[in-house]
């Protein structure tokens, strides 16, 4: 696609229950990453994807927290058992490798309440 | 690890004047990217400008342009001519050659006054 696409843009969730949340991202980007954005603060790593493998899932806040990719394209984050500090905005970027100079490109996040 | 460090939480500038945001950072790394990226309330992370540590010239893109001083590891970004679409969330960021994430400040929020 044009850009990374992230779906849904809004979630309320009650707590307790389970969360997907999907991010398509530019076609042909093999690298992947989510980040999570709590109210008023930066990006904290979550995780990255080169092609299908998630080298590195050391940022993950908790065992509720997985993610998996699938076809070197869409990504899914799915959080268990959602608590209300779980409550953020989710971003996802991608860039053509990992080492790409240029940057990443972002979608416009997947905004999760809990309550 | 790398930290990145914004110590202005919010800024404010007049339509037209010039505004510059501090960032520092950490690193024992000689080579490396940094990148300011804007985030309107739309919550787009958009990318005004990078910088490739082996460079000594500083970035410059249209109104936007970067102090990078190396030795001193200090990234600002320096804005002109502010318009009233320049205010949003600023995060500058930290990229190692070797690692696998990018490295975000806490934020610096600009207010732009007409």
């Known amino acids: 696609g044009a850009g990374v696409s992230q779906s849904p843009s809004n979630k309320v969730t009650e707590k307790g229950k389970d969360v997907e949340l999907r991010c398509d991202p530019i076609s042909g980007h093999t690298a992947l990453y989510w980040y999570r954005q709590r109210l008023g603060q930066g990006l904290e790593f979550l995780i990255y994807f080169q092609g299908n493998s998630a080298p590195d899932k050391s940022g993950l806040p908790s065992d509720r927290f997985s993610a998996e990719r699938t076809g070197e394209s869409v990504s899914t984050l799915t959080i268990q058992r959602t608590q209300q500090e779980d409550s953020a905005v989710y971003l996802c970027?991608?860039?053509?490798?990992?080492?790409?100079?240029?940057?990443?490109?972002f979608g416009s996040g997947t905004r999760l309440t809990v309550v | 690890a790398q930290t990145v460090t914004q110590s202005q939480p919010e800024m404010s500038v007049q339509e037209a004047e010039t505004v510059t945001l501090s960032c520092t950072y950490d690193?024992?790394?000689?080579?490396?990217?940094l990148f300011w990226y804007k985030q309107p309330p739309s919550r787009q992370m958009i990318l005004v400008i990078r910088?490739?540590?082996?460079?000594?010239q500083n970035a410059t893109e249209n109104r936007f342009s970067v102090n990078f001083q190396k030795a001193a590891k200090s990234f600002s970004l320096k804005i002109s001519d502010s318009q009233l679409g320049d205010a949003a969330m600023y995060f500058c960021?930290?990229?190692?050659?070797?690692?696998?994430?990018?490295?975000f400040g806490a934020g610096t929020r600009l207010t732009v006054k007409p």
């Open positions: 960021a930290y990229r190692s050659l070797f690692f696998d994430d990018m490295r």
């Open positions: 690193t024992s790394e000689s080579d490396y990217y």
């Open positions: 910088q490739e540590a082996y460079k000594q």
């Open positions: 970027a991608s860039s053509p490798t990992q080492t790409s100079r240029g940057g990443y490109t």
